[in-house]
């Protein structure tokens, strides 16, 4: 399989029963690279983590290298390398154009719940355009980020040029596709393209214990909060404003808010019901 996913129980989420979904892409052997069966993979568990309400929160991650064969050096970590470049040789527009106009990237940036990328070792191109539709990213301080697609004679397609711009600003943004050198965590910290930078060893349970904790939010709520946010990325300012100012409104008349509210009076935890 060209990626893995696999449900994992969070305690005491309430309503019961909740998992935070986390994909493992798992071509190894080419630092985790995205081809088409990959995409297919993607958009497939896009879908379901959108319509499967036990799905609180999904975790994107790269398998690790394989034991090196005999003789061989080893090969290093990767979330995902980019796209499978062997796909790209002699293809026209023609060839390219549907696939990219229903992406893996699109697919995961539209997932209405809380997403992480866990990077530990090369997010280029593709794979950092990845990340980039991720809502929050955690990396190893060996991960490497960078746009290389110039060095192609491309450029990202997968919505890096306008996530990365958001995310950085524009001058540091047209240094990454410009140059197409590689970023090293520590540098992207400063950045901001990653959120937190941790050791290798600490990267799962530091991933694990953030996706937890977003886990255990009423998920409806959860939801709100995404989108409102994602809307400081859509609206002018002051429609920003107003939209949050409705969506809150709207949340008194859910059980949640009611919920929330009266665990923080009796000092308990809440027993969230998700409308
Ligand atoms: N697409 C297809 N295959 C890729 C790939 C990609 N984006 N990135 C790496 N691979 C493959 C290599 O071809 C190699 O396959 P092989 O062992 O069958 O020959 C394997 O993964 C290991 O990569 P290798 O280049 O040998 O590792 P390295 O440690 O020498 O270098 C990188 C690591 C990340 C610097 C290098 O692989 C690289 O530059 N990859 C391409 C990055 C890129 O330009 N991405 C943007 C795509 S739009």
Redesign the pocket.
Known sequence: DVMTVEDIVVDGSSPEGGVISVWTLN?P???N???AESHRAIKEASARANSDDSVRCIVIRGAPPPEAEEGK?P??H?F?????????SGKDSDDVRPFFEDNAWEAVWNISKPTIAMVDG?A????TELALSCDIRIASNRS?F????I??G?I??GGGTQRLCRLIGYGRTMEIVLS?G?VQAEEALKMGIVNRMVSPEELESETMNLAEEISRKSPYTTKVAKRVVRGALELPFSEGVLMERSEFVALFDTEDKEVGVRAFLERSEADWVGR
Do not use: V
């Open positions: 071509r052997d080419k630092l690279a995205l081809n050096r090969k290093p990767a995902a390398a980019g796209a499978d470049i062997s796909e790209f090369f280029l191109g593709g794979g490497t960078g746009q290389p697609e060095n192609l491309l990202p397609g197409g590689m």
